[in-house]
């Protein structure tokens, strides 16, 4: 299955593929070797575009005592931060760095009611970089919780990353595992969790959106 956000790209993609098999086996039809090295680049190139926009079912029971990652990739932070844009106070805060072949669908780690949602042009930083956070294309979301409280999360575009989607309205009811978003071709998710919260994550950890328990009450 994939998501909704790379049809266009995908159907392209396809038709590219197609003009590029048939053009090298024309052109080359004298020299075998490369005509199979050509469509070979082109079928590996279409693969990669597939498996970028794929999305696996991962229908989760909403559990308010718990966040879920929100995306796909390796917990690359986990420290205590101040956040300038909204708390304005220290929070925990917990990042999943995406490369390029992990699902880039976010989904909701946590249910609630959306409180805030602001997105921010800026640079295209690789996403690991410390000033990523404040300094690249980004979105701030707020989610108000029942057991949490207020959590934010925010998808940061990175070095590839071109575009990023958020679904997250301010005044909607969300409900933990579904669709959050897209960011398009490599980026991170920032996690700013209350003082206190109790971790589930190390450090390098791989993360699984909709599987891994980032953090429990």
């Known amino acids: 299955m994939f998501h909704k956000e790379g049809t266009k790209i995908i159907f392209f993609s396809l038709v590219i593929a197609a003009v590029l098999v048939v053009l090298a086996d024309v052109l080359c039809a ?93 640079k295209y930083l690789v996403a690991w970089h410390p000033k ?32 990023i989607v958020n679904y997250a309205k301010p005044g909607m009811q969300v409900v933990q595992g579904t669709d959050a978003g897209f960011i398009k071709f490599g980026s991170r998710v920032d996690l700013y969790l209350p003082l206190g919260t109790k971790v589930d994550v190390v450090l390098n950890q791989k993360a699984i959106g909709n599987k891994t328990v980032i953090a429990h009450k």
């Open 30 to 122: 004298s020299i075998p070797w490369l005509r199979v090295v050509l469509q070979s680049i082109v079928l590996i190139f279409l693969i990669l575009i597939l498996q970028f926009f794929r999305n696996p079912d991962r229908t989760v029971t909403a559990d308010d005592n718990k966040i879920l990652a929100p995306v796909d990739g390796k917990v690359v932070v986990i420290e205590e931060v101040y956040e300038p844009e909204y708390f304005k106070e220290k929070r925990l805060m917990v990042s999943v760095f995406m490369s390029p072949i992990n699902v880039h669908v976010t989904r909701y780690a946590l249910s609630g009611l959306i409180k805030y949602s602001q997105y921010h042009a800026g």
């Open 132 to 163: 990523a956070s404040e300094e690249n294309e980004r979105t701030t979301v707020v989610v108000e919780n029942p057991v949490f409280g207020e959590v934010m999360y925010r998808q940061i575009a990175g070095a590839l990353a071109k575009r």
